[in-house]
């Protein structure tokens, strides 16, 4: 199997950890991980922003870098989400404009083969226990686009459940949103804010040490609240958790 890491824009300009976490994850459990220097952005940005047109290039760019693997891993919900679902939809809305069919077969092969890490662990290499040791208290945040379109369910929650040293505490409305949303939370600041800081609330009163989530978007959203509201508690993306052995643990 050719496994692609699609590492994300926030990703590789903010938290290139995580995509090392990756790597040294799969890589434990015998896959050969590949990081196609050409990505760049899906274009969930754009399309978010209702610049549609602007964002076909760059899911083209996607479809021509990634095409020729058997799997595309991204330790981010929300653009797997923009693969999986929005995809689609792109190229369907080019067709009713009467622009043909070029841009849905374009973006077609890369859309059923794109999974987020937790999916491609669980679903894909059929494993749950991945080997890892955290001795910490962690709570589980499912962010939006991973509860709502992916679909991720208990997969998240499975694979902390089977981490050794680490106890999970359940999150008090764990599936009500972050408030983070990309744009939402530069042009609604203030409700954004409140969000987070419920979302925050309801994380501390787990008494756990950590809160992680699959991306790290809401994790730069909630981390800022936690900072704001002298929690103590850490923002760690899942992908990290996994990839901590007893010898690196953190």
Known sequence: MRVALFLTCVNDTLYPDTGRA??????????DVDFPMAQTCCGQAHYN?????????LARHFAEVFGG????????????????????RMGARARAEGRGEGLATALAPVVPKTYELTEFLVDVLGVTDVGAYYPHTVTYHPTCHGLRSLGL??????????????????LPGAD????FG?????KNSDVSAAMGADKVRNAASTGADVLCAADNSCLMHIGGTMTRLRTGMRPVHI????????????
């Open 22 to 31: 990756v790597v040294r994850l799969l890589t434990r459990l015998g896959v």
């Open 49 to 57: 922003t209702g610049y549609r047109h602007e964002a076909e290039p």
């Open 69 to 88: 693997y058997d799997a595309i891993v991204t330790p981010s919900g929300s653009c797997g989400a923009m693969v999986r679902e929005l995809y689609p």
């Open 153 to 170: 369910g208990d997969r998240p929650r499975r694979l902390l459940r089977s981490v050794k040293g680490l106890e999970l505490k359940e």
């Open 176 to 179: 009500e949103c972050c408030g």
């Open 182 to 186: 990309g744009t939402f939370a530069l």
């Open 239 to 250: 992908a990290e958790i996994l990839a901590s052995t007893e010898e690196e643990a953190v």
